[in-house]
């Protein structure tokens, strides 16, 4: 096997942005090979090479890192679609994917860890006993296969959150922990966002920030406040969707007649690569140094946010040429445009 890259991710952030891009369960589930509902990652055994593919777009795409699909691999969802005896091979071969991919390109491999739906602030002593025994297996498995870095996401609670940057500073790791935001203004264990971000990096964590849940447009605003109370690396991973002050998460967008869209009919809400580039170029303004994107994602997006951070990717080589579309493009005869005008209405 070829050898590991060089630069970790603290190496990388010193000089520059990092690129991230996430979203796999909700891409996976759109191809066909994940069920919306569990959202459990069975793809990593059922089908691998889908998986495979996908990281391989986003590497073309300009990622900086293969985050390996560990996402809602770990024992209490496994349970859920009677899969338990899976998550030791389930966990492993989603790390070893991942290292393929990378190597392929220059990019990093990140474990990843997520809220597990077992920690309960009211009987704080046993519940955290038992998520970091899920965080601990899970992370073991992915050390032996070969991690750069640990991503710890969604974290609903900063409880939680601090049992995971535990577990991963244990294993002398460079540790990404970010929030979930699916309430107004505070974790569900009633810490002010920016506040809970500032704890993290004040016990150790490398890079903070907020991933999953909000758009750009509600997500930039908290993640300001971050850039300001926070003097460590920071990381901003928004889904690709039109939330707004009425509606800041995705969780909450509604479509006309107030049905619940979340999570398989959010398409009307969907963000164009334009205004995803436009987020990134933003991000970077404001001193973002993990610019991503999580549930929702897709390589076109990612591949939009790298050109706008002015890089020129492996898929590049396809970006549009519009002036070459035969009925928009810039050498269509004015009277052909004047029908397609008419005909437009
Ligand atoms: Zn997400």
Redesign the pocket.
Known sequence: MPARTTRGILDRLKSGVVLGA??YV?ELERRGYIKAGPYVPEVVLDSPDALRELHREFLRAGADVMVALTYYAHRGKLKDVGRENDLEAMNRQAVRIANEVAREGDALVAGDICNTWAYDPKNKDASSRVVRAMYEEQLSWAVEEGIDFVIAE?NDYLGEALIALEVIKGLKLPAMVTLASTRPHQTWDGYDYVDACKILADHGADIVGM???RGPATMMPIIEQVRSRVSGYIAMQP?PYKTEAAMPTFESLKSADGTNIFPIALEPFLCTRFEMADYARRAQALGVNYIGI??GGGPHYVRAMAEALGRTVPASKYSPAIELHPMIGAQVEEKEKEFLVDWKG
């Open positions: 996430e979203g909700f969604t991933n999953c849940d889904v999580c549930c």
